[in-house]
Nanobody, 114 residues
Framework: VQLVESGGGLVQPGGSLTLSCAASGFGFSTYDMSWYRQAPGKERELVASISSIGFNTDYADAVKGRFTISRDNAKNTVYLQMNNLKPEDTAMYYC????????WGQGTQVTVSS
């Protein structure tokens, strides 16, 4: 089982990034997928989630209206489009797959700074 995140980096406030998470080794289309983040000294928090076939999405209040989660089950990939980024969005972002078990990626760093 592998979840490989990519797309993180350094961006100025107000900028945009798109994170990708490529999955392999399990039935991707049967798993709910989520993005979590963890800032230094803080607990890991749920950012956004999407149901297995993409009909249902949910967002943390802090990112509603700015972030969009989506998935392509043909490509075994989940995305997180992040717009109007703020310094408080700075964190390590992790991909999560959940059904009967939890799988995690290694994370990708997002830094929002001028």
């Amino acid at each position: 089982v592998q979840l490989v995140e990519s797309g993180g980096g350094l961006v100025q406030p107000g900028g945009s990034l798109t994170l990708s998470c490529a999955a392999s080794g399990f039935g991707f289309s049967t798993y709910d997928m989520s993005w979590y983040r963890q800032a230094p000294g803080k607990e890991r928090e749920l950012v956004a989630s999407i149901s297995s076939i993409g009909f249902n999405t949910d967002y943390a209040d802090a990112v509603k209206g700015r972030f969009t989660i989506s998935r392509d089950n043909a490509k075994n990939t989940v995305y997180l489009q992040m717009n109007n980024l703020k310094p408080e969005d700075t964190a390590m972002y992790y991909c999560n797959a959940r059904r009967f078990l939890d799988y995690w990626g290694q994370g990708t760093q997002v830094t929002v700074s001028s």
